[in-house]
């Protein structure tokens, strides 16, 4: 019974490990992936600073190095906490083991102690010859096998304990030094932290002595995201009144063929359902999919949530989706992501739908993509290889990202909509 509670506790304690372990490589891969990714930006910063000029996107980049040093920075406290539970739980571990290990030996010496002094051939006859009959004479000779058999087994316990404990040991101290390591990784990450802060703090005052054309700048791109949406937005409420007017066309025709057949048959005109009936009062959602063909492309594309394709093979989000601060403390609004990629890099469909818009925003094309009830917006793009009425299939090319002069950074604006509400691409995209 001892030796199944010991079997029990150490599968208990080999699947928490387990679970542990598993979370550690989750935290291990994210910081090895944000490590890179400073890589890159830290190269890219290099190059800029290099101009030996200040420039909006020296700015862009620190700010985005500083983000995502303080994620790594989150992500290590996050291994950390993780390796203290790892300790504590190995601390708890090797102190059961060496409870249970001295009871174990507590209990083979007694047993050796007992058969040491009963191992005279004499008094094990004695001791079957004293039973009271035949049936207690068997028993205790099969007791006396079994003492010899139980011991072996003991020791084997004994040893086998012995050696979960040296394993559990090594791992604790393993544990331990990792834990070592990430501590003086943070604080190498805290102090690389402060100087980019502090080269922030020199970028915007250098940027501030070029005030104007910085303001300038940035009112010209908050224009062109305005434009943006209301072109968007006038691009869908544009789908949504054909889809009616296509929808109460064919509830008309479908009526008038109605009452001339009952006609022709001398019957009287059956109408036609309400529920197939587009009116005044449908919602958005039952004016798109009036169609079975368009229902079930809006299935097909709700079925993808959280796996759909980014529309750039390579990027980084660096303006998420909802409300945020600009460098000027103004509060803005994103209706969608903007993904830095490379240069040039091909802009694609997340999904098959039809081009329903192509607009030219101040030198950059606008693209919209219906997918049932759903819509795709693919802005500042530097040329475009696709018409509208297209039907276009997922991951289709559509177009190349432009890159701005002034920052000389090729970022692509994603939008998701759902009838006319903006939604957050975050828990429609795959994981990046």
Do not use: C
Not at 23 to 49: G, I, P
Not at 75 to 84: G, K
């Amino acid at each position: 019974m001892k030796f199944l509670k010991i079997l029990s506790f150490l599968v208990f304690v080999f699947g928490a490990f387990s679970v542990h372990a598993q979370s550690s490589a989750e935290l291990k891969r994210q910081r090895d992936q944000l490590t890179q990714q400073l890589e890159q930006l830290n190269h890219e910063y290099e190059e800029t600073a290099n101009n030996k000029k200040a420039t909006l996107k020296q700015l862009n980049l620190l700010k985005q190095q500083i983000n995502l040093r303080e994620e790594k920075i989150n992500n290590i406290n996050s291994e950390v906490r993780n390796l203290d539970n790892q300790i504590s739980e190995s601390n708890n571990f090797v102190h059961n083991l060496q409870n249970q290990l001295d009871q174990l030996k507590k209990e083979y010496a007694a047993m050796v102690l007992f058969t040491y002094r009963n191992q005279s051939a004499y008094n094990k006859l004695m001791f079957i010859f004293a039973a009271k009959d035949f049936n207690q004479a068997y028993k205790r000779l099969k007791y006396l096998q079994q003492i010899g058999t139980y011991r072996e087994r003991q020791a084997n316990y004994i040893q086998e304990t012995q050696t979960e404990l040296h394993v559990k040991i090594n791992e604790l101290d393993e544990n331990k030094k990792e834990k070592n390591t990430l501590l003086l990784d943070q604080e190498k990450e805290k102090e690389t932290l402060g100087k980019e802060k502090n080269s922030q703090v020199a970028v915007v005052a250098d940027l501030s002595r070029h005030e104007g054309q910085l303001k300038q700048q940035q009112q010209d791109v908050q224009k062109k995201i305005a434009k943006t949406n209301k072109q968007i937005n006038a691009a869908i409420r544009r789908e949504i009144e054909e889809a009616r007017r296509k929808a109460e066309e064919e509830a008309r025709a479908e009526q008038k063929a109605a009452a001339a057949k009952a006609k022709a048959e001398n019957k009287e005109v059956v109408a036609v359902p309400k529920a197939r009936m587009i009116t005044k009062s449908s919602t958005t959602s039952e004016i798109l999919n009036a169609t079975p063909e368009a229902a079930k492309l809006s299935s097909d594309f709700l079925g993808n949530r959280g796996g759909l394709p980014w529309p750039v093979a390579n990027g980084s989000v660096i303006q998420g989706f909802g409300i945020y601060m600009d460098n000027e403390g103004i509060k803005n609004e994103s209706l969608g992501w903007d993904i830095r990629t490379n240069t040039g890099a091909s802009v694609r469909a997340v999904f098959q739908g039809q081009v329903k818009s192509i607009e030219n925003i101040s030198g950059t094309f606008l693209i919209v993509i219906q997918h049932g009830e759903y819509f795709t917006a693919y802005s500042n793009l530097k040329s475009y290889s696709v018409t509208k009425g297209e039907k276009v299939g997922t991951k289709q090319a559509i177009g190349t990202v432009a890159t701005d002069s002034s920052t000389g950074e090729a970022v692509v604006n994603f939008a998701l909509y759902k009838g006319t509400t903006p939604v957050n691409p975050k828990i429609w995209l795959a994981p990046n």
